[in-house]
Antibody
Framework: QVHLVESGGGLVKPGGSLRLSCAPSGFIFSDYYISWIRQAPAKGLEWVSYISSRGNTIYYADSVRGRFTISRDNAKNSVYLQMNSLRAEDTAVYYC???????????WGKGTTVTVSS | SYVLTQPLSVSVALGQTARITCGGSDIGSKNVHWYQQRPGQAPVLVIYRDGNRPSGIPERLSGSNSGNTATLTISGAQAGDEADYYCQVWDSTTWVFGGGTQLTVL
């Protein structure tokens, strides 16, 4: 069965760092773009970042550019989101999803929760 | 940046038809995708490229897109359709989501 699994969430203080991971199951990971999308408590979905299949094309939402870094290791079948200088407003469930630019996201993980609080 | 506007909530009687709109400037020229998110769960793709259903999505769900409005239509609404629904488009170099619509089945 095709799915994605996120890990690495937790409680962190403002200004701190956290690294999320996204691992696939049931498909050839290296063929696909992967995105991170987040959802703050009781709020809607917000796209955060994406990385191309080879890792040579990367984009970020304005809200995280300069603080978050997306990367991937296809040999390890993983995509990462390094989150630095975290703020309270970064508190959210973070999902990774499979999907090409211009198109839809057809496979999502169950999410990992990040809480930024002192 | 591109903005997608959805109503906060839509109510529908059991067995009737619900329509959830997604407004955006000339959205008809873009491919619109729809996601269903039940409470405590991850989003699920229910309509892609305006009106296509992934496998496993019932025919009761359909989509259309023209002008400045895209619409998700749910016919014969069931209790299991209660969820939040999000529209999504690709704009320039980013994905954009609508704010989401909570569907209540009465």
């Amino acid at each position: 069965q095709v799915h994605l699994v996120e890990s690495g969430g937790g409680l962190v203080k403002p200004g701190g760092s956290l690294r999320l991971s996204c691992a696939p199951s049931g498909f050839i990971f290296s063929d696909y773009y992967i995105s991170w999308i987040r959802q703050a408590p009781a709020k809607g979905l917000e796209w955060v970042s994406y990385i191309s299949s080879r890792g040579n094309t990367i984009y970020y939402a304005d809200s995280v550019r300069g603080r978050f870094t997306i990367s991937r290791d296809n040999a390890k079948n993983s995509v990462y989101l390094q989150m630095n200088s975290l703020r309270a407003e970064d508190t959210a469930v973070y999902y990774c999803a499979r999907g090409d630019p211009y198109d839809y996201m057809d496979v999502w993980g169950k999410g990992t929760t990040v809480t930024v609080s002192s | 940046s591109y903005v997608l506007t959805q109503p906060l909530s839509v109510s529908v009687a059991l067995g009737q038809t619900a329509r959830i709109t997604c407004g955006g400037s000339d959205i008809g020229s873009k491919n619109v995708h729809w996601y269903q998110q039940r409470p405590g769960q991850a989003p699920v793709l229910v309509i892609y490229r305006d009106g296509n259903r992934p496998s496993g999505i019932p025919e009761r769900l359909s989509g259309s897109n023209s002008g400045n409005t895209a619409t998700l239509t749910i016919s014969g609404a069931q209790a299991g359709d209660e969820a939040d629904y999000y529209c999504q488009v690709w704009d320039s170099t980013t994905w954009v989501f609508g704010g989401g619509t909570q569907l209540t089945v009465l």
